[in-house]
């Protein structure tokens, strides 16, 4: 079993920044990929960043805002926000594909940490 645990969502005022964590922890032999996704109220999750070993990818909308990133050595992933702006307002959530011998590829969610832009 593995486990995904989200941190550093906060208040924070337009223009602002925050970093997210998702470290990830148990059984894991190899993690493919590690994305962000969010969800506002009322509407639909969507894709925010992914990483894998040979690219990264961003919606346009956190294009040259958002940087993902991750340290594999500690199966924990980033997502640095700069310039934020009321519209990130979300739940911020933390997705894994990993693979494992045996089990093979398998997918995980974190559970979840809000961010809130407001002044």
């Known amino acids: 079993q593995v486990q995904l645990v989200e941190s550093g969502g906060a208040l924070v005022q337009p223009g602002g920044s925050l970093r997210l964590s998702c470290a990830a922890s148990?059984?894991?032999?190899?993690?493919?990929?590690m994305g962000w996704y969010r969800q506002a109220p009322g509407k639909q999750r969507e894709l925010v960043a992914g990483?894998?070993?040979?690219?990264?990818n961003y919606a346009d909308s956190v294009k040259g805002r958002f940087t993902i990133s991750r340290d594999i050595a500690k199966n924990t992933g980033y997502l640095q926000m700069n310039s934020l702006k009321p519209e990130d307002t979300a739940v911020y959530y933390c997705?894994?594909?990993?693979?494992?011998?045996?089990?093979?590829?398998?997918?995980?969610w974190g559970q979840g940490t809000q961010v809130t832009v407001s002044s």
């Open positions: 997705n894994t594909v990993i693979w494992t011998p045996g089990p093979g590829t398998s997918n995980y």
């Open positions: 148990g059984r894991i032999f190899t993690i493919l990929a």
């Open positions: 990483i894998t070993n040979d690219s990264t």
